[in-house]
């Protein structure tokens, strides 16, 4: 069984990740689509399984907002090369938009409890 403190950390950085997303609305990342896509990936498995985020570190609302902003990440890659070649490109597609308005949700809700500590399991 995962710690709570590693769900904390794990927390901090879909908070982290929800930012990135948000700042490439427009602009592609400096590392590129294909990093983005894979750091997400890394905190946050496509398809999301219910009750993969629970409480007390994630409340149900933000878990089922992951989960939308997961849905809309696999839209959005099922809409792309297995390789993304044209960054630009990509961000013009209507599921990009679909990421980013689920993301800034999502980040919105996140930053309500806001990021927890690293070092030590909150009292939740």
């Not at 689509?33 to 890394?42: F, G, S, T």
Request: charged fraction near 25%; charge should be negative.
């Amino acid at each position: 069984m995962t710690s709570q403190l590693v769900y904390q950390r794990i927390r901090n950085r879909i908070i982290e990740m929800l930012e990135w997303i948000v700042e490439c609305e427009s602009t592609p990342p400096e590392l590129g689509m294909n990093e983005l896509v894979n750091a997400w990936e890394d905190w946050v498995p496509i398809p999301l399984m219910e009750h993969h985020f629970n409480g007390p570190v994630f409340t149900e609302e933000e878990e089922n907002l992951i989960r939308e902003v997961s849905f809309q990440m696999n839209a959005f890659c099922d809409k792309t090369p297995k390789i993304i070649r044209d960054d630009i490109a990509s961000i013009r597609l209507p599921e990009w938009s679909k990421v980013i308005v689920a993301s800034k949700l999502t980040h919105v809700v996140m930053l309500q409890r806001g990021r927890m500590p690293e070092d030590f399991e909150l009292p939740l």
